[in-house]
Nanobody
Framework: QVQLVESGGGSVHPGGSLRLSCVGS????????MGWYRQVPGKQRELVATIDTTVNTNYADSVKGRFAISRDNEKKTVYLHMNNLKPEDTAVYYC?????????????WGQGTQVTVSS
């Protein structure tokens, strides 16, 4: 079925940067909206960023100006560039595939990758 594999998580000091990668599968990858969610134990899941098939992007207010989502359809990969990281960015980050054209709802989930921001 659909495979989404995240990588690039790790530990970083406040103000640092990380780049998350998500490798998808299937010949129709280029036609799906993609997104990133994050989850902190005991906290509500948050939609971080989305990108559609025309590379229009949307961001949560909490990360706007610091994070950037992008995609490389030839590599079937979506990225999340995270800059000026803060302790409150600590979470498990999930790559998610949406529907045709746009990211309207999460349909398929990756396994997640841990991001930890601490002094």
């Amino acid at each position: 079925q659909v495979q989404l594999v995240e990588s690039g998580g790790g530990s970083v000091h406040p103000g640092g940067s990380l780049r998350l990668s998500c490798v998808g599968s299937g010949s129709l990858f280029q036609f799906y909206g993609m997104g990133w969610y994050r989850q902190v134990p005991g906290k509500q899941r948050e939609l971080v960023a989305t990108i559609d098939t025309t590379v229009n992007t949307n961001y949560a207010d909490s990360v706007k100006g610091r994070f950037a989502i992008s995609r490389d359809n030839e590599k079937k990969t979506v990225y999340l560039h995270m800059n000026n990281l803060k302790p409150e960015d600590t979470a498990v980050y999930y790559c998610v595939r949406g529907g045709w054209g746009q990211f309207n709802e999460p349909l398929y989930w990756g396994q997640g990758t841990q991001v930890t921001v601490s002094s």
